[in-house]
């Protein structure tokens, strides 16, 4: 399994961006695809985008698409959430996941490896 540590959540107003960074320990970084998802407070955990291996492939909930960009650099071992146009319902805390299937990530079926959290929130 690979260990990972998210960063930059933070409070933000509504229209406003943040980039988040996933950061994965080992050397196998580059075998794993990533994703991001999210639980806001009273609610289940839900996928919010993911990327393949080479990171030429990207995947989005219709919630987040065409605001949210998911991106890896496999020389830094880091996955990235760029998030525009934030919106109050996107407060929530933000996870990274690794798994060597790209189909666990989408379909949230035990994936092997999570990060503990970083925390978004959007005010109005």
């Known amino acids: 399994q690979v260990q990972l540590v998210e960063s930059g959540g933070r409070l933000v107003q509504a229209g406003g961006s943040l980039r988040l960074s996933c950061a994965a320990s080992g050397r196998t970084f580059s075998s794993y695809a990533m994703g991001w998802f999210r639980q806001a407070p009273g609610k289940e955990r839900e996928f919010v985008a993911a990327?393949?291996?080479?990171?030429?492939?990207?995947y989005y909930a219709d919630s987040v698409k065409g605001r949210f960009t998911i991106s890896r650099d496999n020389g830094k071992n880091t996955v990235y959430l760029q998030m525009n146009s934030l919106k109050p319902e996107d407060t929530a805390v933000y996870y990274c996941?690794?798994?060597?299937?790209?189909?666990?990530?989408?379909?949230?079926?035990?994936?092997?490896?999570w990060g503990q959290g970083t925390q978004v929130t959007v005010s109005s």
């Open positions: 996941a690794a798994d060597s299937s790209l189909i666990t990530l989408t379909t949230m079926t035990d994936i092997g490896s």
């Open positions: 990327i393949k291996r080479a990171g030429i492939n990207t």
